[in-house]
């Protein structure tokens, strides 16, 4: 078996070597489509879970909220639903289902679509996190807010909420790196990234242990990068002392 790494190097129309990996004068080159496409795997993954926190955070805590049972109902119903459906069905359906239900919606670019697919898929995960994370905080934490004169919306806000976040930072980590491996199914409605281009570079080239090493490589790299992040975010936003106690019921 032979190795050739100057595939990266080729020229994406002539197929000849070029002098830089890194197109210049406006050839392009293999290196250049996967490296580009990395880029938009990014994209879709920071801006889908932009979309699972905010909507995720809320129904994890609608979940929780007392006295509330058709909240509750709702929140739950949410979860169930899409955390049931495998994420490659739930991105046809917002490809192909959704835009026939709601013709506006026909001009939206497939990567928007991706992006609401993979968040709200994502959202059910983190909705869940997030209940567990306020049911884990003592009891207690919920009548010292109420004692203090605070709303609902207060003490969830300044009490629950802050303290549940650092409890669920580590399985947050995971759903992170998971938001960025599984944006790998977008390529199945022609979205551009980097599995997508993966693939068009092997036909291309017939050099797929290379292309696919890097692309290896490349999510190895975010991998790692998500972890590090996450972890100087736990170090810093640790509360000295904080152990989640049982008894919750918020």
């Known amino acids: ?10 020229d994406t129309i002539t197929q000849e070597v070029a002098q830089s990996c890194f197109g210049k ?3 392009i080159t293999y290196l250049d489509w996967l490296l580009s496409a990395w880029g938009w795997t990014v994209s879709v993954s920071l801006l889908a879970l932009a979309i699972a926190l905010v909507v995720g955070s809320l129904i994890g805590t609608l979940r929780t909220l007392p006295d509330s049972p ?3 109902r709702l929140g739950n119903a949410w979860v ?5 459906i495998p994420l490659l069905v739930h991105i046809f359906l917002w490809y192909h289902v959704i835009p026939a239900i709601f013709p506006a919606m026909k001009s939206l670019p497939g990567f928007v679509l991706v992006v609401f697919a993979l968040g709200f898929f994502t959202s059910a995960r983190i909705a869940e996190q997030v209940r567990s994370g306020i049911q884990a905080l003592p009891r207690g934490q919920r009548y010292a807010g109420m004692a203090m004169g605070f709303t609902t919306v207060q003490y ?12 669920i930072i580590p399985p947050l980590t995971s759903e992170t790196m998971n938001i ?7 390529f199945a409605v022609s979205v551009s990234e980097l599995t997508m281009y993966a693939m068009q570079v092997q036909e291309e080239t017939s050099r797929g242990i290379e292309v696919y090493l890097l692309v290896t490589a490349l ?5 790692l990068a998500i ?7 736990e170090k810093r936003s640790r509360v000295p002392g904080m152990i989640a106690a049982g008894g919750g019921g918020h």
């Open 1 to 10: 078996m032979s190795w050739d790494w100057q595939v990266f190097c080729q």
């Open 25 to 27: 004068g406006g050839d």
């Open 70 to 72: 058709w909240v509750v």
């Open 80 to 84: 169930e639903f899409f955390r049931n």
């Open 156 to 167: 969830y806000r300044y009490v629950l909420l802050p303290m549940a976040f650092r409890i």
């Open 180 to 186: 960025f491996k599984n944006s790998s199914v977008a």
């Open 219 to 223: 999510y190895v790299v975010s991998a």
């Open 227 to 233: 972890n590090r992040i996450m972890a100087f975010i």
